[in-house]
């Protein structure tokens, strides 16, 4: 990236895997869309841990029963006996014998126990803990305060307009839409490109090394070298048209 003001848009997800964190090392301003549709069974409450048996997935309980449409930041988290200690317990079994167990689990189980709050600011809170252990300094923005409204890349560009970037750096995710309608960006002067990401091997419990788990399965085993080995799954990003010569079989953690 060069020294204009780059925008990173990603919906607050719970415990996110390493690319989110690359994307928001790299870039000027992260902005939390908390103000779009809620969708059940999504990355927005649930990621996956590893386990001596493999991935295995952790979702938070949240209040949707007869409920059609809620915006993110609108979702309640359901406290009840079993959340979120067994959350906290599946971190234990899997992860107590890593190196940097001690050193992180107390303030991640003391931020996932604290009571009444929502779905997104649980996510957002967790997001910036793990953020400021590995030392990225970007600018944290929610959407909702940013007075900006309208849908898909048109949200995107006037985002980008409101916090003044002329770059937006988007996920492979998104290519189903902005391979319609990335002329928007060209027509109001913002560059758009894709990130591009391959998830580096780094040191886990259980073998085989298996990718896309939550960070904090980077975090407990790696410690001080996590945001190092982050930064090493890192390649230059595609245009839009890159992107869409390889956009087959991108992994949806991806997104």
Known sequence: MNDEITCVVMQPTYLPWLGYFDLMDQCSVFVFLD?????KQSWQQRNRVKTSRGLEWLTVPVRNKGIPKQYISEV????SPAFPKDHIRSIELNYARTRHFATFFPDFRDLLSAPEKSLCRLNIELVTWVAKILGIKTTLVLASELGV????SHLLVDLCKRVCARTYLSTFGSLAYLSQEYGIFDEHGV????????????????????????????????GERSLEIIRSGR???????EALSRSGNVPSQCE
């Open 191 to 222: 560059k758009l490109l894709i990130h591009h990401y391959e998830h580096p091997e780094y040191r886990q419990l259980f073998k085989p090394f298996i990718p896309y788990a939550s960070v904090i399965d980077l975090l407990f085993n790696e």
């Open 149 to 152: 409204t309208g849908e898909r």
């Open 76 to 79: 309640e988290v359901i406290r």
């Open 35 to 39: 103000n779009v549709l809620f969708s």
């Open 235 to 241: 390649k230059n990003s595609f245009s839009i048209e």
